[in-house]
């Protein structure tokens, strides 16, 4: 295999190619979590994993281990968001640099009991290891779908409204630390209208909005630029990037605010009495031509790259 350097995706595609397969595995590879079928053909089990890495998620020396142990579960529980799961059961396994293991742990489990709490969910296990490199962090949760879900990327329909539950653009100034996973807000819209399509935004609206419309069978969207909420972040950002704070909204990572994919009969409804305490924006449109599009108000409409933050080639 040569070195050249590949994407995330692409690399994720190739390991996919040589995945091994099981009939209790009902969905594998490619979506935020997988689903597995328990015994009895209930509701499904959904498991995501993330791996969070001193320098390039996090800074250890600047953030401090609590940070990052709030992080690591916090990013977890928003993949299960992603499926409008309820999460049952954290797997934590860290490589701990050795001379500081002890408060490293301490500050790991200040970060991540809190959340688990809140969020009624066990740490049911682990791994543990020590070495001369810096902190690494992986996290598996489980969840339990909720019905009618688990909601998957694969459901858009041509016509259907895209909404997103919160300002995005800008993460990297310290959100991306600390976000809140969007579980109460995704059982709150389960529990209210037909979920088409759902993903939380961890590589851009950009990106993660292709997931839905690539797995969905090939389709398009229109993004009305006017409607995306910006983070103020993303408009502080803007000063230092030389990119405009709307840029820095459509693909920069880790906003973890959920999007989602309804009818449009659903998405007037949502919008004229959201959920309680959800702020929900209609960013745009599924259509049936592949591709992303950017519509302006007073500007011709623009197609615009379907790439946000990839680990592999991005050295932000
Ligand atoms: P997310 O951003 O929602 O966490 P990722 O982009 O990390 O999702 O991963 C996309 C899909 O690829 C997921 O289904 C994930 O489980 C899978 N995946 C990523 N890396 C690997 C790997 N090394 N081996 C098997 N599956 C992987
Ligand atoms: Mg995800």
Redesign the pocket.
């Known amino acids: 295999m040569s070195d050249a350097p590949i994407g995330?995706?692409e690399l994720?595609r190739r390991?996919?190619q040589r995945?091994t397969s099981h009939p209790n595995v009902i969905l594998g590879?490619?979506?935020?979590?997988?689903l597995l079928r328990p015994p009895g053909n209930d509701v499904p089990i959904v498991v995501?994993?993330?791996m969070l890495l001193d320098g390039r998620h996090f800074l250890l020396a600047e953030h401090g281990a609590e940070a990052v142990g709030y992080k690591s579960l916090a990013v977890n529980l928003s993949?299960i968001a992603?499926m409008a799961a309820r999460p049952v059961a954290a797997f934590v396994s860290v490589a701990f640099p050795r001379h500081q293991a002890a408060s490293i742990a301490d500050g790991l489990m200040r970060g991540m009991a809190p959340l688990a709490d809140r969020f009624g969910v066990a740490l049911a296990g682990g791994d543990t290891n020590a070495w001369d490199g810096p902190l690494v962090v992986c996290v598996t949760v489980t969840g339990e779908a909720v019905p009618p879900g688990p909601i998957l990327r694969s459901g858009a329909r041509v016509g259907n409204a895209v909404l997103v539950t919160g300002p995005l653009g800008g993460s990297l100034l310290g959100r991306h630390l600390h976000p809140e996973p969007r579980i109460v807000e995704a059982l709150a819209l389960i529990e209210r209208t037909p979920l088409h399509a759902l993903v939380?935004l961890?590589?851009g609206l950009a990106s993660d909005l292709g997931h839905i419309l690539e797995q969905s069978g090939g389709l398009g969207a229109t993004i009305d630029a006017d409607a995306i909420p910006i983070h103020p972040d993303a408009q502080t950002l803007a000063h230092r990037s030389g990119r405009s704070p709307l840029e820095h909204a459509l693909a920069d990572g880790e906003d973890f605010e959920l999007c989602l994919v309804v009818a449009p009969e659903s998405a007037d409804d949502l919008l004229a009495s959201p959920p309680p305490g959800m702020r929900l924006h209609r960013v745009g449109t599924i259509d049936s031509e592949p591709g992303l599009r950017l519509r302006h108000l007073n500007a011709p409409t623009e197609s615009v790259s379907i790439k946000g933050f990839d680990h592999l080639v991005s050295d932000e």
């Open positions: 995330e995706f994720i390991i996919q995945a590879i490619g979506d935020d979590a997988a995501t994993t993330d993949d992603a939380d961890s590589d």
